[in-house]
């Protein structure tokens, strides 16, 4: 697929759109596209003998292009001699040798492992004096006017709509200065630098009208949690609050999206608005339910008067309206179940889950130790009372989300039981009374992942599994001891391919996040689905199933769901008090996002929406469902 520009709107399709987008199915995909176009620029330029000038971005967004810029260095011997760069932005203050400066964030992901020229590499200064700022920045933008100006600018977008550091309010003709963090943005960040309060309030930024003067300009934006920004900026009008608006007037700009940060636009959230609809029966199901709430009426309720009034008549030319309600109608009544492992002795023909065997062997993988009762307690409840063998894979330890402070209460209750811990630990403990932020400490870390592992086990107790039944795989990848994660290797794969053959499972429950494509709940779910394509055919993965769920923030849209299963009352309490025993992630959560309920809460008000929604379609009224997707390996 290339990106060439094309002009927006031009056609059905695409006609509520205003900036040119190309949709991919990965972002890593995506991502090799972007660096390969990057690549062709660079090489063009070498031929003329003209240097290239990059407008380079920071976050997560641009970090598999900068991956492939590198293997395209390293095993094709791209060269960067000719390449001048300048980044958009930096914290201020900001020292360059600090971790979470730009500055070693663009070396650590770029700059060292090329054949950049250093005076080559601009990068906004974080340090410079205060009084100094305002000519600094004029200084700044000289520097590209001299080299020619920005040949291909790389960005990405906040949930702000942000560019740069561009927060709401920005003017049009801003160009490179100091400016006040938006509390989103802050929010944002708050992970890589141990809490909100750390973050700093002040950046460094080029421009508006700094950034629309580059001759191309591409934006990346992945996951779920981009979707309702994207939205606003290529389909809405051009305003101040939302910078990456701003774009729409230039001339030679496209946004690269995956499917999940695409998926509010309409030409994917309601394509029957912008043409005939597909006769798939999830869209079929997808648009009725988009039709109810339109018109706020039950499926079995509509007519052939709302399907008219409201673009779906070509919908009628094979079926009555009738006949559609009532198809949809069983489709997601059928999804719904209290036996998730089967129900035994019945027709399974429209059931979810199949009735044999009746006793089952399921494997739950959790992404951190406390996924499994957060996203499916409930379910997870019914499999161990309805006497399956249920077993629980903890994939990573969870070790950096648990504060200092719960560290240190552990370890000063330890000390004052055993004068060996009190020697043991007493340098640890001086540390811990030290510090707010997360540390890269081995025995700190350590001692974060046996309270993490103890939390779970005082849960799977709770809930009735046997302790042998419960593993804590601690996956190579994230137990780096810092904030950073590694690249899945060989070692990743092929403990979640022990785990699997050991048990031999005829159910397996996975988190089927999307929000942060390179979040540790997407690198779990995608070092599973490598191993089920090693190991699909061996003879027990013939009888296994796979069942995505999702965790504390997003839900499976109702025509995605494959199966539902409900919870009564009782049962909602249950897993709240399942959800409990993970003090430590509670009342001072390391990484809340930008949702400030608690996990409990933000679950049973998800559950309790879905069975809402449920019951406004006109099926049984439920207290709660937990919802999950079938994902056919």
Not at 3 to 14: A, M, N, R
Not at 234 to 239: A, V
Not at 477 to 497: A, W
Not at 604 to 632: C, Q, W
Request: contains cysteine; positive net charge.
């Amino acid at each position: 697929m290339k990106l060439d520009y094309k002009s927006p709107g031009k056609f059905e399709k695409t006609r509520y759109e205003k900036i040119h987008s190309v949709i991919f199915n990965k972002s890593n995909e995506a991502s090799v596209v972007v660096a390969n176009e990057i690549a062709v620029l660079i090489k063009k330029k070498q031929k003329e003998k003209k240097n290239c000038v990059l407008g380079l971005a920071t976050g997560s967004s641009p970090i598999s292009v900068y991956k492939e810029l590198v293997r395209l260095h390293i095993e094709e011997g791209l060269s960067f001699s000719n390449v001048i760069t300048f980044n958009l932005d930096e914290y201020f203050p900001m020292k360059k040798g600090d971790n979470k400066s730009y500055y070693q964030f663009m070396h650590f992901h770029l700059f060292s492992h090329i054949d950049i020229k250093p005076k080559n590499i601009n990068i906004p200064n974080g340090e410079i004096n205060f009084s100094q700022i305002n000519s600094y920045c004029n200084e700044y933008e000289e520097n590209i006017k001299k080299v020619g100006g920005i040949d291909y600018q790389l960005l990405g977008i906040g949930r702000t709509g942000h560019i740069g550091f561009n927060e709401p309010g920005s003017n049009y003709s801003s160009m490179t200065r100091l400016v006040n963090l938006d509390y989103v943005t802050r929010n944002d960040a708050r992970k890589a630098f141990s809490g909100i309060e750390h973050v700093p309030s002040k950046a460094i930024t080029m421009g508006i009208k700094t950034i629309k003067n580059s001759k191309r300009i591409v934006l990346l934006a992945w996951g779920l949690n981009k979707a309702e920004i994207i939205k606003k900026t290529i389909e809405g009008s051009i305003d101040s609050n939302i910078s990456a608006s701003f774009l729409q007037k230039h001339k030679n700009v496209t946004f690269v999206l995956d499917n999940a940060s695409a998926s509010q636009l309409t030409r994917i959230q309601s394509p029957w608005k912008v043409g005939s609809p597909s006769l798939s029966k999830e869209l079929k199901a997808k648009a009725i339910v988009w039709l109810c709430k339109k018109t706020n009426k039950s499926i079995l309720n509509l007519t052939e008067s709302d399907y008219n009034e409201n673009n779906l008549s070509d919908l009628l030319i094979n079926q009555s309206a009738y006949e559609i309600n009532l198809e949809v109608f069983n489709k997601i009544d059928r999804s719904i179940t209290g036996w998730p492992g089967g129900k035994p002795n019945v027709d399974d023909q429209y059931r979810p889950e199949r009735s044999n065997p009746r006793k089952k062997r399921v494997l739950i993988f959790s992404p951190h130790p406390d996924d499994d009762v957060i996203s499916m307690g409930g379910t997870f409840d019914r499999l161990v009372s309805q006497g399956h063998e249920v077993h629980i894979a903890y994939q990573t330890s969870g070790s950096i989300a648990v504060n200092n402070s719960d560290v240190l209460k552990f370890l000063e209750v330890f000390s004052d039981i055993s004068e060996k811990a009190k020697k043991d630990y007493s340098i640890d403990i001086n540390i811990l009374k030290k510090s707010n932020d997360i540390l890269e400490n081995k025995n700190i870390r350590n001692l974060a992942a046996l309270i993490r592992e103890k939390e779970s086990l005082a849960a799977t107790r709770f809930i009735g599994v046997p302790d042998q039944n419960v593993h804590f795989l601690k996956l190579p990848f994230y137990e780096t001891g810092s904030i950073k994660k590694s690249n899945p290797t060989k070692s990743d794969f092929k403990i979640i391919e022990n785990i699997i053959s050991k048990i031999k499972p005829h159910q397996i429950y996975a988190a089927g996040d999307l929000a942060d494509p390179h979040g540790t709940h997407k690198v779990c779910l995608d070092i599973l689905f490598d191993v089920l394509k090693i190991i699909k055919k061996k003879k027990f993965m013939k009888d296994c199933w796979v069942w995505l769920y999702r965790g504390a923030w997003h839900e499976w849209e109702v025509h995605e769901i494959d199966m539902s299963v409900p919870m009564s009352p009782n049962q909602v309490l249950k897993k709240r008090k399942a959800i409990f025993y993970h003090q430590t992630q509670k009342d001072n959560v390391m990484f809340q996002g930008d949702d400030n309920r608690e996990f409990w809460v933000r679950t049973e008000d998800r559950n309790r929406l879905i069975a809402k929604t449920f019951r406004d379609l006109g099926m049984s009224d439920f207290s709660a469902i937990e919802t999950f997707k079938r994902y056919h390996f």
